[in-house]
């Protein structure tokens, strides 16, 4: 009886394609017994480039650098060519990418009023249906209740004095014992915000925003949040035994 082993190898293979002249990934199936020139006439139909302007290297299925297919004699076959492998194609003409260059191309503009006359355009489509910001009373909605959240936040700073202890409770985070340091607008977001000294280090800065100081404590202490948050009322600070014997 023949001891022998017999290896049988898939006569085609699937590989990956990507190439200098397009972003896009495309799997393709080969023969193995076609020469490397047969192939870049086959990725021609592909690609769009010449066989004689294409470089070819190969990548394992892994992308690692394998090698480069530059021996248009030699057999797809003999290189180590598995499923999965990719092939990367280089241009080297540079014609092609021209055509994918769109930096090159000139921009054509249409003027606004000429744009309004049109019937056919998105614009004309969302008056006549009345969306988005062509529904007038979705509009008006929209900014009534913008105004009363403004009043509302506006009312709830207004409550909120300096100087005072609060607690802090937001969605997803531990309650916070603080002292308020600031009450008002800021430069940093619109709006009306309470400036924080936290009794632990649960802040984010030391009172300090985008180089502008609202009010002083230790790094890591300060912080911002909207006035719907803070409960002012009696809460004295932890006494966390620190000073015990």
């Not at 769009?48 to 470089?55: I, L, T």
């Not at 992308?63 to 797809?76: C, G, R, S, T, V």
């Amino acid at each position: 009886m023949d001891g022998g082993v017999t290896v049988v190898s898939n006569p085609v293979v699937n590989v990956r394609l990507t190439s200098s002249i397009s972003s896009f990934e495309v799997q393709r199936r080969f023969n193995r017994g076609i020469s490397i020139g047969e192939l870049k006439g086959k990725l021609e139909m592909v690609l769009g480039a010449s066989p004689s302007c294409m470089d070819l290297e190969l990548f394992s299925v892994s992308d690692k650098f394998l090698q480069k297919m530059d021996d248009n004699e030699a057999l797809l076959g003999s290189y180590p060519v598995d499923d999965d492998c990719r092939i990367h194609v280089t241009d080297k003409s540079g014609q092609m990418s021209e055509f994918t260059d769109v930096s090159k191309v000139e921009k054509f503009e249409l003027p606004d009023d000429s744009y309004e006359k049109r019937t056919d355009s998105a614009r004309s489509f969302m008056k006549k249906h009345q969306v988005g910001v062509y529904n007038e009373e979705e509009v008006a909605k929209k900014k009534a209740e913008l105004a009363a959240r403004k009043e509302e936040q506006k009312a709830a700073a207004n409550a909120i004095s300096v100087g005072s202890r609060c607690k802090v409770q937001l969605a997803g985070q531990p309650t916070k014992l603080g002292t308020v340091m600031y009450v008002g607008t800021t430069d940093f977001k619109p709006g009306h915000w309470v400036g924080l000294k936290y009794d632990e280090p649960m802040g984010k800065h030391d009172g300090t925003v985008n180089g502008k100081q609202y009010f002083e404590c230790e790094n890591k202490y300060g912080g911002f949040v909207k006035p719907q948050h803070v409960t002012v009322g009696d809460f004295p600070e932890e006494d966390y035994g620190i000073d015990e014997m």
